[in-house]
């Protein structure tokens, strides 16, 4: 049998990517590296996994990701595997030194592609403008090495895929990411809306607070993870500060208390900006439950509109609003959204994923 391990670019905050990333060395008995390991937070998410940590990165980008990089590029454990699974943009470089590889992509580095504007304009200070321009160029440079050395590429959608194509002229195969379905299960509708996001600014969580604002009869409840980096941080002070009264927002909550969460809400409700794919979408259909989400990126190929929920064209606080109001009674979407996560299970994702590596 084939020994396997799987490189993560980080373990420190668990979100979706991270979760692919532990499933795949649970499904295929592999190990796991990352330079560093929240085994607290990993243990929240229902994983039993000891990951091997290869060595400490600072918090804040670009650092953290520029480590990141140059120690998977120094990396060399090739002799103890027989397949390499690089699992996230930032572990790439390891396919310098090891093969036979697989990279199964979430993202590409967002802000060097199709988000480096937006990046540049709501992220960085006007000062630091010049030097993110001179890191991106670099970057870009580097990526395009790296990548040449991948064998097999595999990604978490079309969306994802097309930026691939576009940005490093790669083709890949979509395998869409797992959810272990059968976790999941179904409560009648309580009094809350549920958002499940990392904190960052793409995902555009102001402007659910701002729908939300507008609806004072109605309740939402934001779980979101982020990073102990000075940009997520701002951002999270931020949100704090311009929440209504009837909006709440949690933390890096065990996955039991977020199954739960999922099971009693009306529905998910989720602003991202042209998603890569969007885990949170399919986790709320394996509960039952609706998803009110952009009509972009990796939403249009989970959520079918007027089924299993609703896509907002040009989404807007006002257009969340309106699409809560017209969604009707949650419970009508409980069947074609538990079917439709069906689509998405961890064994449909683990055979297609084997497949590749054999």
């Known amino acids: 049998m084939e020994k396997i391990a799987v490189f993560q670019n980080f373990l420190d905050y668990i979100g979706g990517a991270e979760k692919v990333g532990l499933t795949l060395a649970k499904q ?9 390991a929240d085994r607290q937070a990993i243990s929240n998410m229902g994983f039993e996994v000891e990951p091997h940590e290869i060595g400490w990165v600072p918090e804040n980008p670009p650092l953290r990701q ?15 595997y027989d397949f390499i699974i690089l699992n996230g943009c930032w572990t790439v470089s390891a396919a310098l030194k090891h093969k036979p590889n697989l990279w199964y992509v979430h993202s590409l580095i967002r802000e060097i ?12 200070p006007f000062y630091g403008r010049l030097p993110y321009d001179l890191w991106v160029r670099y970057n870009r440079s580097l990526n395009k090495k790296h990548v040449k050395h991948v064998e097999k590429i595999a990604c978490n959608s079309q969306n994802t ?3 691939l194509k576009k940005y490093l002229k790669r083709e890949a195969q979509v395998i869409y990411p797992p959810v272990e379905t059968k976790d999941f299960h179904y409560q009648k509708p309580g009094d809350y809306w549920l958002s499940v996001n990392r904190l ?3 995902k555009r969580v102001q402007m659910q607070l701002e729908a939300f604002r507008k609806m004072p009869k109605e309740k939402l409840v934001i779980v979101g993870c982020f990073e102990d980096s000075r ?10 500060k311009i929440k209504p009264a009837n909006v709440e927002i949690v933390h890096s909550i065990p996955q039991k208390k977020l199954v739960q969460l999922y ?8 602003t991202s900006r042209n998603e890569d794919f969007g885990l949170n979408a399919v986790e709320a259909m394996a509960s039952g439950k609706p998803v009110i989400a952009p009509n972009e990126g990796g939403y249009r190929e989970t959520v079918v509109s007027g089924e299993t929920g609703v896509l907002i064209d040009d989404v807007s606080p006002d257009k969340i609003r309106e699409a809560v109001e017209d969604l009707g009674d949650p419970s009508a979407y409980r069947r074609e959204c538990v079917r439709r996560a069906e689509e998405f299970d961890t064994q449909v994702f683990t055979k297609k994923i084997r497949q590749m590596i054999t």
């Open 161 to 163: 895929r097309n930026r």
């Open 113 to 124: 592609w199709d988000l480096y504007e937006y990046t540049r304009k709501h992220t960085v």
């Open 28 to 36: 295929l008995d592999a190990d796991i590296y990352a330079p560093k």
């Open 66 to 80: 520029q480590l990141t990089l140059s120690r998977y590029s120094r990396l060399k454990v090739l002799d103890k």
């Open 263 to 270: 099971a009693a809400c009306r529905g998910l409700i989720t």
């Open 231 to 240: 940009h997520f941080r701002s951002y999270n002070r931020y949100l704090e």
């Open 200 to 202: 960052i600014t793409h």
